[in-house]
């Protein structure tokens, strides 16, 4: 079990909207802003989206938000294209010892 | 542009130990701006960290496998390394090596592409 909640799935049309969230403890999430997400297509290595909850990577487009409230952070997708459909992970920070914990994922498919 | 590029067997028998290397290059790993990590995938999961190792040398781990994993680094190579030992079908996952940003922890900006460890007998 991992240690952040995703939902499983989403999906959305082309040219939609989608929103997925992250949900973790006052340990994590919510007391640091560390969060980060990251794109994962078949076979591939995971790709850095978002860090520091709302930064952009360059090279990263702007379709692309993050944002944090409480415990829970989001990832935003606007504009839905084709080329999006593909697993997505967030991570966050949770001290010292610990360091990183990452989410369970959540498959977007572009309907 | 920094790659890198994990290597080593993709098959382990149970209670033997893994060993992995990750290769950097256009880059040096004696830069102190990054951490080094091992990040593990099981197959349909989640990622989960397992540690990262400075330039120093000084290394972290996750408390889950800190009884049985050693990361070391080669500077003189621009590698580093991870040996986990004692496993079970269940550390059987993609490995990737990773480069994090120091000051800003979950910036995993670059990764190897992955090795599938297998453990079996």
């Known amino acids: 079990q991992s240690a952040l909640t995703q939902p499983r799935s989403v999906s959305g049309s082309p040219g939609q909207s989608v929103t997925i969230s992250c949900t973790g403890t006052?340990?994590?999430?919510?007391?640091?802003?560390?969060v980060s997400w990251f794109q994962q297509h078949p076979g591939k290595a995971p790709k850095l989206m978002v860090y520091d909850v709302h930064k952009r990577p360059s090279g990263v487009p702007r379709r692309f938000s993050g944002s944090k409230s409480g415990n829970t952070a989001s990832l935003t997708i606007s504009g839905l294209q084709a080329e999006d459909e593909a697993a997505y992970y967030c991570c966050s920070y949770a001290g010292r010892y610990t360091h990183v914990v990452f989410g369970g994922g959540t498959k977007l498919t572009v309907l | 542009q920094v790659q890198l590029q994990e290597s080593g067997p993709g098959l382990v028998k149970p209670s033997q130990t893994l060993s992995l290397t990750c290769t950097v290059s256009g880059g040096s790993i004696s830069s102190g701006d990054y951490y080094w990590s091992w990040i593990r995938q099981p197959p349909g999961k989640g990622p989960e960290w397992i540690g990262y190792i400075q330039n120093s040398g000084s290394a972290y781990y996750n408390p889950s496998v800190k009884s049985r994993v050693t990361i070391l680094v080669d500077t003189s190579k621009n590698q580093f390394s991870l040996k986990l030992t004692s496993v079970t079908a269940a550390d059987t996952a993609v490995y990737f090596c990773a480069r994090e940003g120091r000051y800003s922890y979950g910036t995993f900006d670059n990764w190897g592409q992955g090795t599938l460890v297998t453990v079996s007998s």
């Open positions: 006052n340990s994590d999430v919510g007391y640091y802003d560390y």
